[in-house]
């Protein structure tokens, strides 16, 4: 048991440290370590991340309608209401807006917003505006995460909201530039790049 219990534990630092090459934008590398650790015994949290993990995954891949089913996998460990805690439903939100679903996607949002607003942190509440703007295109949504977040610790968080509200403010040049700097001091190269080619092409 004691062999077991080891190895449950093991797992899950390492998908916690396996979320990073999906931000750094290497798909290629998250999937080969994701795979690795596939078959690795898991129970309750650790069942939990590779579920969130692999579904991040899946959507970064564009890959919507099969992140569905790896969150469904993981309801029955679900047990915490605390939205920093678990990021399921926020995936969930993101997998609907890919599949065109946007409607179920806003309505999971509102839900969320409501639980992260209860908890009170500017990174979660920030992070659901957040996403929230981006699926419904609207600026107040995204100046509103980028405020909240300019004073957070949540500096990856803050460059997408910077990123995300680019695109809908006058001044998109000045804010793509800010998300391009400080997605670069995160090491999140994939959002760099893409935030690089943006302001290639912008005013």
């Given at each position: 048991?004691?062999?077991?219990?080891?190895?449950?534990?093991?797992a899950v630092p390492r998908l916690v440290r396996h979320r990073?090459?999906?931000?750094?934008?290497d798909l290629v590398d998250a999937r080969r370590l994701l795979e690795e650790i596939r078959d690795s015994l898991r129970f309750g949290d650790g069942i939990r991340l590779f579920g969130e993990v692999e579904a991040s995954l899946l959507i970064?891949?564009?890959?919507y309608e099969e992140a569905l089913p790896a969150l469904d996998a993981i309801d029955p460990v679900l047990q915490v209401t605390?939205?920093?805690?678990?990021?399921d439903r926020l995936l969930r939100a993101r997998a609907l807006a890919g599949l065109g679903e946007?409607?179920?996607?806003?309505?999971?949002?509102?839900?969320?917003?409501?639980?992260?607003?209860?908890?009170?942190?500017?990174d979660l509440v920030g992070r659901t505006l957040r996403l929230l703007g981006e699926i419904t295109a609207d600026a107040d949504?995204?100046?509103?995460?980028?405020?909240l977040l300019a004073g957070s610790r949540a500096r990856l968080e803050y460059a997408r909201a910077l990123a995300a509200l680019g695109k809908h403010t006058a001044n998109g040049r000045a804010v793509l530039t800010?998300?391009?700097?400080?997605?670069?001091?995160c090491g999140a190269h994939g959002l760099r790049s893409a935030l690089a080619s943006r302001l290639d092409v912008v005013q």
């Open positions: 048991m004691a062999d077991l219990g080891s190895q449950c534990r093991a990073h090459p999906v931000d750094q934008g970064a891949e564009g890959r605390n939205p920093g805690w678990r990021g946007q409607a179920q996607a806003v309505a999971l949002l509102q839900e969320e917003l409501q639980a992260a607003r209860a908890w009170g942190t500017p949504h995204l100046r509103a995460a980028v405020e800010q998300g391009e700097d400080l997605a670069d001091q």
